[in-house]
């Protein structure tokens, strides 16, 4: 029965109305087409480029957006020279007033699109963000139990989370304003040297080896410093999910304050990390800076003497006035402006592309348990299970299983047990084919598993792992989740059958009740007991117990034995027990030992060789 002290998962009365109306404003995808193929795809590696190829047009209408704007926003410069020779000095006040019309329309044109640029290229970043999401998801669908046996989920969730963020900043700010600052970059060069070649020339020699060598520095310094906070962030959330999925531990063991010091230590070298890159930053932009007015007083000196001397060497044509040096000037100062923002932006570039680098080796993962092109689908499987020559290890140093042979008949069943360690939850992961061999075969109904397709073979196939999951819903969405087109009367029915009608009965919702993360809001038992309502309604043709009554009391052991035994009725069964309560319901035991089968036959027959079996039995009786 359900904790009285346990919190209640269900909506309050009062809030339902207003959940209902949020629910019916969400979004169907119900008929949404979806394809998923577990077959291996030899897709190009993972590249910006690549990514970005699909939508070439429409970074090409971008990139025009940004060009108009940026060319907008240069109008200004090129006006104060006409304001100045042709206004000011002639004292033309007409001259003026046409500046300043043109002046003012020219930047009500450049809000204008660079606010539909703004709309335009965020949707565009949306898209791709939502592109890729998909993508990354749906290839960690693909990958097989080894690969989330040995990453962190926090790694993981970093991928999906903070490396995606940065490569959507990439995108959607680092990309276009890179761009823009380039043809600004491109533009205000054009203009500098329409206003006089040689003060423009001088500009860039004093300033562009300069600014290069500054740059080369920054990058070189930087690549490492951007590379250590991804990790480093990447360490961050691996550790804050590990101690909240472990905080129950951690509080019964007052371990609260040692977490706290080796969170800390882990932030600490996230920071650290940081505060490394904004050294740098800083340093690069205040010598960026004096660059930039070391330049404009040279400029100016140089302007006062071209304009003091009408020095055919120096200006040949005779036309450099008063308001081409002060548009000069004002155009040199912005000259070092898109660089400087090139700079900022080579932050978001080098998160963006470590995010890239790292999503790259995500997504070049390829799954162990790959589906053969030429898959066959079992459609009514009958359940003969045979094992010939199986040799499985998780590692070069860790082999579990040598040379194992075993027929299990259709319809039949068989208990495996042995110590912990002995490879009994292995073997069942592979005749899952969760994981394959390292050789040998392994048939059903005569048909290498190898060569049937994992749809129709997980479709027939029922696992009840000692450590049930629930997720996020109701009680009746979990129990479907074996069968999603069952009806709510056959969830019941699954539940009855289980012995759990009482338990449904006690819920607030019956099976609407709403679960926990993870089922927090049930007992270890209740857990189970749903965990084998849903294995019921998927009617698996074989069925794989793995310690599935461990968590169990006594009650309600003896309570489910019947729906046990009507639960296996006709099906090929797969027992792991230490209970030998469980074990000696079925019909062969197999004792799993030594990487092999130490002892294979019924219950009387092992008692009777007097065995590693047998003196489990004789320690379960006195135990009893």
């Not at 329409?194 to 600014?211: C, E, K, R, Y």
């Not at 060497?313 to 923002?341: C, E």
Request: with cysteine; glycine share 6%.
């Amino acid at each position: 029965m359900m904790k009285s002290s346990g919190p209640f998962a269900g909506i309050p009365p009062e809030m339902a109305d207003k959940t209902n109306a949020l629910v019916r404003q969400e979004p169907d995808f119900s008929d949404l087409d979806i394809s998923f193929s577990y077959q291996a795809t030899d897709q190009e590696p993972f590249g910006l480029v690549q990514f970005l190829r699909p939508y070439k047009f429409r970074m090409l209408g971008a990139l025009l957006l940004v060009a108009i704007t940026e060319l907008l926003l240069l109008v200004g410069p090129y006006l104060v020279k006409v304001a100045i020779d042709d206004g000011i000095i002639p004292k033309d006040f007409t001259v003026l007033l046409w500046v300043g019309a043109v002046y003012l329309g020219s930047l009500a044109i450049a809000v204008l699109v660079s606010g539909i640029r703004i709309r335009y290229v965020g949707q565009l970043g949306q898209t791709l963000m939502y592109q890729l999401r998909l993508r990354v998801f749906a290839h960690m669908q693909k990958l097989s139990l080894d690969f989330y046996t040995e990453e962190k989920a926090g790694r993981l969730l970093s991928r999906m989370t903070s490396d995606i963020e940065a490569l959507s900043n990439l995108l959607q700010t680092g990309l276009i304003n890179l761009l823009a600052q380039l043809l600004a970059l491109i533009f205000i060069v054009s203009l500098l040297f329409s206003f006089n070649v040689q003060l423009t020339i001088i500009l860039l020699i004093l300033s562009a080896p300069v600014m290069l060598g500054l740059t080369v520095w920054f990058r070189l310094v930087s690549d490492k410093g951007y590379e250590a906070v991804r990790n480093r962030i990447a360490d961050v959330l691996s550790d804050l999910q590990e101690s909240l999925s472990g905080m129950r531990l951690i509080i019964f063991y007052n371990r609260m304050r040692h977490n706290v010091i080796h969170h800390r230590n882990i932030v600490g070298d996230y920071r650290e990390a940081n505060n490394f890159t904004v050294r740098v930053s800083s340093l690069y932009k205040a010598l960026a800076e004096f660059v930039d007015v070391g330049t404009t007083i040279a400029i100016l000196v140089v302007g006062y003497i071209l304009l003091r001397d009408t020095n055919p060497t120096l200006d040949p044509n005779g036309d450099f006035t008063v308001g081409a040096l002060v548009a000069f000037t004002a155009l040199s100062s912005r000259f070092f402006k898109p660089i400087g923002q090139l700079v900022n932006l080579y932050n978001d570039f080098q998160s963006g592309y470590a995010a890239v680098r790292k999503l790259r080796d995500l997504l070049a993962t390829k799954p162990s348990v790959v589906e053969k092109v030429d898959a066959i689908d079992i459609v009514e499987m009958q359940g003969d299970i045979k094992i010939r020559n199986v040799t499985f290890a998780y590692d070069d140093h860790q082999k579990v299983l040598s040379n194992v042979s075993l027929h299990i008949p259709a319809g039949s069943s068989i208990s495996f047990v042995g110590p912990t360690g002995a490879g009994k939850s292995t073997l069942a992961k592979l005749i899952s084919r969760f994981y394959d061999p390292n050789s040998g075969e392994i048939l059903i109904d005569d048909i290498n598993v190898r060569d049937v397709s994992l749809k129709s073979l997980h479709g027939q196939l029922g696992v009840v792992p000692q450590e049930p999951f629930l997720f996020h819903g109701t009680i009746a969405e979990n129990i479907r989740f074996s069968r999603p087109g069952a009806t709510d009367e056959e969830v019941m029915e699954a539940c009855r059958a289980l012995g759990m009608s009482d338990m449904i009965d006690r819920l607030p919702d019956g099976i609407y009740t709403h679960c926990h993360e993870r089922g927090a809001s049930f007992s270890s038992g209740e857990r189970q007991l749903l965990a084998l309502a849903r294995a019921f309604l998927g009617q698996p043709r074989v069925l794989i117990l793995d310690e599935a009554t461990s968590n169990i009391d006594q009650n309600s052991e003896v309570r489910i034995e019947a729906a046990l035994d009507k639960l296996l009725e006709g099906r090929t069964a797969i027992i792991i027990a230490h209970r030998l309560a469980t074990a000696m319901r079925a019909d062969l035991i197999a004792v799993i030992n030594n990487q092999g089968i130490a002892e294979l036959g019924s219950h009387d027959e092992l008692v009777m060789q007097g065995g590693y079996y047998a003196d489990m039995f004789d320690v379960w009786v006195r135990q009893q």
